[in-house]
């Protein structure tokens, strides 16, 4: 009788203790959401219905507030699983993007290609015309709408300003890495083989059909783009879709795994305007530096980012289904970058302990 009620005791304990420890899971068969065109409907999962640990999400939000993080949004599957806005933002403040829209410009470059309307093999001066830098038509040649999409033009990168008399020979295109702004001459490509304006072609193609707001303005050399939070993560969306919106395709694929994958063999770690997680060296702006390993240690192999000055963030995590977005201010005063900054390190910290 003793070993029959210890027996049924060891057994309550087990069940207790596998009840306990079994976390709900997404089904592995839910679809891919995208919220309509128009109006503020955008479908939600829960923490719980993830799994995830709901005892990491404050210490996350705080890490965010104390950052001074306008917005923050996680997708997952395209579903918000958080959204949050601090220091007096909202979901219908519009922010800066900074160099993180320069994947927007990567993005309409691959659909005018796709169009028929120009090829990036192509060299910049059969779209702009010659004398678009202050280099000898010979080297000016050499620099195709690909060097512009991988940073490899060979222009000296030590300043913003893309008048011609700035743009100053370094090195032959295609030998060389550096984070130039010289890539904003693409929109001009694009306006001319569209015949159309840069916004006017943006909006028609690529912002519209995805039902993002926003607009560009002109910010000293900079083309700059302007949006709400949830604008951000609509492109996100779009990138985790291989370029289609719901059976719509805005970008092909082709050009789309072109983009998001090493673009050259200098810096591992960009594609066409993107950064690129898992390599095994990379380099960053202002530097001609090779650094060894991953962009963010603390993240997925297998993310790629868009990433902008005072830490605008575009997060695309194929493996995990996720998008992340980051706008505000820099949350390193003392430290401000053009890309990467130890914010993303720790940021990945504070998000991977959500699901780890």
Not at 39 to 66: F, R
Not at 138 to 153: F, P, Q, R, V, W
Not at 332 to 353: M, Q, R, V, Y
Request: proline share 4%.
């Amino acid at each position: 009788m003793k070993k029959i009620i210890y027996s049924l005791l060891i057994a309550i304990c087990c069940l207790g203790c596998s009840s306990e420890s079994t976390k709900p899971v997404p089904s592995p068969n839910e679809t891919l959401y995208f919220p309509p065109l128009s109006g503020d409907v955008w479908e939600t999962k829960s923490i719980a219905d993830l799994g995830w640990k709901q005892a990491a999400v404050q210490p996350l939000l705080d890490y965010l507030e104390l950052k001074n993080s306008k917005g923050f949004i996680i997708l997952v599957n395209g579903r918000i699983v958080m959204e949050n806005y601090f220091n007096g933002h909202s979901a219908t403040t519009p922010w800066y993007w900074a160099s993180a829209g320069k994947t927007l410009t990567a993005t309409m470059n691959g659909i005018a290609q796709q169009e028929g309307l120009l090829n990036i093999n192509n060299k910049v001066s059969d779209y702009i015309g010659t004398g678009w830098t202050s280099l000898s038509i010979d080297k000016e040649n050499l620099i195709a709408n690909k060097h512009l999409l991988t940073m490899t033009s060979g222009l000296d990168d030590t300043t913003d300003d893309v008048t011609p008399a700035k743009l100053i020979y370094k090195a032959d295109a295609g030998t060389r890495w550096a984070y130039h702004n010289v890539y904003v001459k693409l929109q001009d490509v694009v306006a001319q083989a569209s015949g159309q304006t840069w916004s006017n072609y943006f909006n028609s193609k690529l912002r519209d059909k995805i039902g993002m707001s926003g607009s560009w303005l002109q910010v000293d050399n900079n083309s700059v783009y302007y949006s709400t939070t949830r604008s951000m993560a609509r492109f996100g969306l779009l990138m985790y879709n291989k370029g289609k919106w719901e059976k719509n395709t805005i970008l092909n694929e082709t050009y789309f795994n072109e983009a998001t994958n090493t673009s050259q063999n200098i810096n591992l770690g960009y594609g066409y305007l993107w950064w690129l997680n898992g390599k095994t060296s990379y380099h960053l702006p202002q530097s001609q530096l090779q650094f060894k390993g991953s962009l963010i240690p603390t993240a997925p192999n297998d993310m790629f980012m868009a990433l902008g000055k005072n830490d605008q963030k575009i997060y695309v995590i194929p493996s995990k289904k996720m998008v992340v977005i980051r706008m505000g201010e820099v949350a390193n005063p003392t430290n401000p970058t053009f890309a990467l900054s130890g914010f993303d390190e720790e940021l990945w910290t504070k998000i991977s302990a959500l699901y780890q």
